[in-house]
């Protein structure tokens, strides 16, 4: 079975700087995506970046980029130059390759920009 | 393309009433699934369905139908709604298998549902 962790229990940040969401998994399958999304306000859910667990680059989408080390089981996403805008929910989430897989979400992580 | 959307946004329900919460997505996608979000819990699956005719329970499936007659519509019902349903509804959807890059699910924009 999969299991996404994030653990940090709210994250604060000052507004230009960087931050690192942690995610950690568990999964047997050797053939998975890692996912984040971010959950604003207003509540819809927004795609940030995937990582394949095949890559052998980090991925990265403008400012956000996925710090992916596989042998740790860890997919951390990196916000580099935070923006009030960036305040927010971010989940994390897996799905492995197959037919039937579901995207399993862990709980979480509340960030809050300071300016 | 109007991506997926879902109706109501919000709804009040009495304790036993039933009710269908509503989703389409415009975009052919075969696979559909229905999350719940509570405070703490994260998104947690409902249902899903990989195509037409086809579903499956997902985590929290009790208290829960669904059907998928089409690619394009994938309905939740609430049969006998209780307290404990009161929450956010997502429906989401995504590409078939092959690539899973292209798995990314894209959401709707949810039903805020509380049962009194």
């Given at each position: 079975?999969?299991?996404?962790?994030?653990?940090?229990?709210?994250?604060?940040?000052?507004?230009?700087?960087?931050?690192?969401?942690?995610?950690?998994?568990?999964?047997?399958?050797?053939?998975?995506?890692?996912?984040?999304?971010?959950?604003?306000?207003?509540?819809?859910?927004?795609?940030?970046?995937?990582?394949?667990?095949?890559?052998?680059?980090?991925?990265?989408?403008?400012?956000?980029?996925?710090?992916?080390?596989?042998?740790?089981?860890s997919a951390n996403l990196v916000i580099s130059a935070s923006q009030l805008g960036d305040s927010a929910m971010y989940f994390c989430a897996m799905k492995y390759t197959g037919a039937n897989s579901k995207l399993t979400f862990g709980k979480g992580i509340t960030l809050s920009v300071r300016p | 393309n109007a991506g997926v959307t879902q109706t109501p946004k919000f709804q009040v329900l009495k304790t036993g009433q039933s009710m269908t919460l509503q989703c389409a997505q415009d975009m052919n996608h075969e696979y559909m699934s229905w999350y719940r979000q509570d405070p703490g819990m994260g998104l947690r699956l409902i249902h899903y369905s990989v195509g037409a005719g086809i579903t499956d329970q997902g985590e929290v499936p009790n208290g829960y139908n669904v059907s998928r007659s089409t690619t394009e519509d994938f309905p939740l019902r609430l049969l006998s709604a209780a307290p404990s349903q009161t929450s956010v509804y997502f429906c989401a959807s995504s590409y078939g298998p092959g690539d899973i890059k292209y798995n990314e699910q894209f959401f709707g924009p949810g039903t805020r549902l509380t049962v009194l």
């Amino acid at each position: 079975a999969q299991k996404i962790t994030q653990t940090q229990p709210g994250m604060f940040v000052q507004e230009k700087e960087a931050v690192t969401l942690d995610c950690t998994y568990d999964t047997s399958d050797q053939s998975y995506g890692l996912f984040w999304y971010k959950q604003p306000s207003s509540g819809e859910m927004i795609f940030l970046i995937y990582q394949g667990s095949y890559d052998e680059q980090n991925a990265t989408e403008g400012r956000y980029s996925l710090n992916f080390q596989k042998a740790r089981k860890s997919a951390n996403l990196v916000i580099s130059a935070s923006q009030l805008g960036d305040s927010a929910m971010y989940f994390c989430a897996m799905k492995y390759t197959g037919a039937n897989s579901k995207l399993t979400f862990g709980k979480g992580i509340t960030l809050s920009v300071r300016p | 393309n109007a991506g997926v959307t879902q109706t109501p946004k919000f709804q009040v329900l009495k304790t036993g009433q039933s009710m269908t919460l509503q989703c389409a997505q415009d975009m052919n996608h075969e696979y559909m699934s229905w999350y719940r979000q509570d405070p703490g819990m994260g998104l947690r699956l409902i249902h899903y369905s990989v195509g037409a005719g086809i579903t499956d329970q997902g985590e929290v499936p009790n208290g829960y139908n669904v059907s998928r007659s089409t690619t394009e519509d994938f309905p939740l019902r609430l049969l006998s709604a209780a307290p404990s349903q009161t929450s956010v509804y997502f429906c989401a959807s995504s590409y078939g298998p092959g690539d899973i890059k292209y798995n990314e699910q894209f959401f709707g924009p949810g039903t805020r549902l509380t049962v009194l």
